[in-house]
């Protein structure tokens, strides 16, 4: 390894170790001093003027920090809003699908399943019914959430792929619990309720995932290559 | 080093969007050349401090304004070429409005006094 390449890479521990953290940040100050350093040694300066001169007119490392991690609040800040207006949304078109799409689908296949068994279907009293409804809408409208958080967090950094993949075996025992607690104690509403609110982790997850991909190709092109 | 002419620091933030987007409009870039062109076209005068660019860009993309991708450059380098999008160039329309608003006003004004 030459000088100039040590004095890069000390430069972007140090630039890491101030707080300028993404790698994606990284990469792209780098090769933006690597330009600079380039354009002065063609222009007749020693390697080591051209890297001192580069690093000085890339301003203050504090400065840089501040700005960055200001670019990033406001991108936090914005996917949180957008999350809560989306996650309202959602909510209600939930609860609209879970009414008007799933308990009645629900409830005819309870009825097919208990004749097809040979008992009378069961009767609902008006209370267990409206109560039944209920949770079953809450449920859904809280699964149909989960995207819209998961991905709110994965934008702003807080999770990534890895987690929800480990994660996942969690999920399908919490989506379990919450079907068989939230729905009445039969197969069928239970399943009803739990395919969903699975299918929604896994779409969420799958989101991540796609999202994640270019990133990581990038990364690993990017450190590979010390130019 | 700051001659007289250097443009202030308040005017030189509040033109960065607009300086950033008339440029992109004539083609990708990336930041080392924008932080170079600026300086030739201004003959000097506008300098940005290399690193802050980079959030002002990044801020950019973040509006929907701007893209960036990666691009393979010569002995396995990479550097990020931004471009600008269509919202892009519906914002430089807006601040080519402004500006020359403020422009026409100034200049209306200078005339007055000086002929």
């Not at chain 1, 170790?17 to 790698?23: C, D, E, I, L, P």
Request: charged share 25%.
């Amino acid at each position: 390894m030459s000088n100039l390449e040590r004095a890069i890479a000390e430069w972007r521990r140090q630039m890491a170790a101030s707080g300028v953290k993404t790698s994606e940040s990284l990469n792209e100050l780098e090769a933006h001093l690597r330009d600079d350093v380039e354009h002065s040694i063609r222009s007749g300066r020693s390697a080591e003027q051209a890297f001192e001169g580069a690093v000085q007119r890339l301003g203050s490392t504090e400065a840089i920090r501040k700005e960055f991690s200001k670019c990033e609040r406001a991108r936090c800040r914005y996917f949180v809003h957008r999350g809560l207006v989306i996650g309202i949304g959602v909510f209600l078109l939930g609860e609209a699908f879970c009414y008007f799409a799933m308990i009645p689908a629900a409830l005819a296949a309870s009825q097919a399943y208990s004749q097809w068994l040979g008992f009378s279907a069961i009767r609902w009293k008006p209370d267990e019914y409206i109560s039944f409804v209920w949770r079953v809408m809450l449920g859904m409208s809280l699964g149909f959430e989960v995207p819209v958080v998961v991905l709110t967090l994965v934008k702003i950094g807080v999770v990534k792929y890895r987690f929800l993949a480990k994660a996942r075996k969690y999920v399908i025992i919490i989506n379990l619990g919450l079907a068989a607690l939230l729905t009445t104690p039969e197969v069928i509403t239970q399943l009803v309720l739990f395919l969903p609110l699975q299918l929604l982790y896994e779409i969420s997850a799958l989101v991540t995932w796609y999202w994640e991909c270019p990133d990581k190709k990038r990364e690993t092109t990017a450190e590979s290559s010390p130019g | 080093m700051y001659s007289c002419d250097m443009i202030e620091k308040e005017l030189v933030a509040a033109s960065t969007e607009p300086l950033i987007l008339s440029l992109l409009s004539k083609g990708q870039s990336y930041g080392y050349e924008l932080i170079q062109e600026i300086r030739r076209l201004s003959g000097d005068n506008i300098r940005w401090t290399d690193g802050m660019l980079y959030p002002v860009l990044h801020r950019m993309e973040h509006k929907g304004w701007i893209k960036s991708r990666w691009m393979e450059i010569e002995n396995g380098r990479k550097r990020k070429y931004y471009s600008i999008k269509k919202d892009g160039h519906q914002a430089l329309k807006q601040k080519r409005k402004q500006w020359s608003a403020l422009n026409s006003v100034l200049s209306g004004l200078w005339k007055e006094q000086y002929v």
